[in-house]
């Protein structure tokens, strides 16, 4: 069964502290791993895709990277409004269909 | 661009009651599909996807069904609701090419008392 796991639960940093965010998967047939950014009451919002291990993907003070069995949200000098649940979620192959499973999220707050 | 639309945003409903919560999608052409609910601390459960006009997989057996009257439209509903229904429901939708992510509406918050 395909499995995803992020890390840490809850994050809380200083304005400008940086750090990285992880989601560990477990599956058979990756056809890409998603990242999303969640604000409370919302749906979540799409950020990268990443297809290959070894790829990067950037976008303001965000970088995804992929390897076989991780991916790496890396965030830069964080700003308050960076704050949100980042999800991970893993695409694959299941009987012909591609089947999307997530990670429950990581909870960031960055405090000014 | 393409925009994803859910209603209501909030909804109170009487245990027992029918529910009928719709999705609708605009700027692309025969989209996959899907209902989530996501609980708190949880990841999202898929409950159903379509990849056209009345085709309906469900992945989880329960008090809900799922139908797709149009091309864009995709309607979740439910003749009696019970109390574990309540949650965060979440309509998605992906473009007909392989490996492309999931793009969300802003969710309708359900709580049944």
Redo the contacts between chains.
């Keep these: 069964e395909d499995q995803?796991t992020q890390s840490p639960e809850a994050l809380r940093l200083q304005e400008g502290e940086s750090s990285s965010l992880n989601c560990s998967y477990t599956v058979s047939g990756l056809?890409?791993l998603?990242w999303?950014r969640q604000d409370p009451?919302?749906?979540?919002?799409?950020l990268f895709?990443l297809?290959s291990a070894g790829e990067e993907k950037e976008k303001e003070r965000l970088k995804a990277t992929l390897t076989k069995k991780e991916s790496f949200l890396h965030i830069t000098a964080p700003k308050p409004e960076d704050s949100a649940t980042y999800?991970c979620?893993v695409?694959a192959d299941s009987g012909g269909?591609?089947k999307?499973?997530?990670?429950?999220?990581t909870k960031l707050q960055v405090i000014p | 661009s393409q925009t994803i639309h859910q209603w209501p945003a909030t909804l109170v409903q009487p245990v027992g009651s029918p529910l009928s919560l719709e999705c609708t999608v605009e700027g692309t052409s025969n989209p996959n599909l899907y209902w989530y609910r996501q609980a708190a601390g949880r990841g999202l459960q898929l409950l159903f996807y379509s990849v056209g006009i009345g085709q309906i997989s469900s992945e989880v057996p329960q008090n809900l069904s799922a139908s797709r009257p149009q091309d864009r439209q995709f309607i979740l509903s439910s003749k009696k609701l019970l109390l574990s229904d309540s949650g965060f429901y979440l309509c998605a939708w992906r473009g007909d090419r392989v490996n492309q992510p999931q793009h969300f509406g802003d969710g309708t918050r359900l709580s049944i008392l």
């Design positions: 995803v056809r890409g998603f999303y009451g919302k749906g979540p919002e799409f895709t297809y999800l979620a695409q269909y591609q999307v499973t997530f990670g429950t999220g």
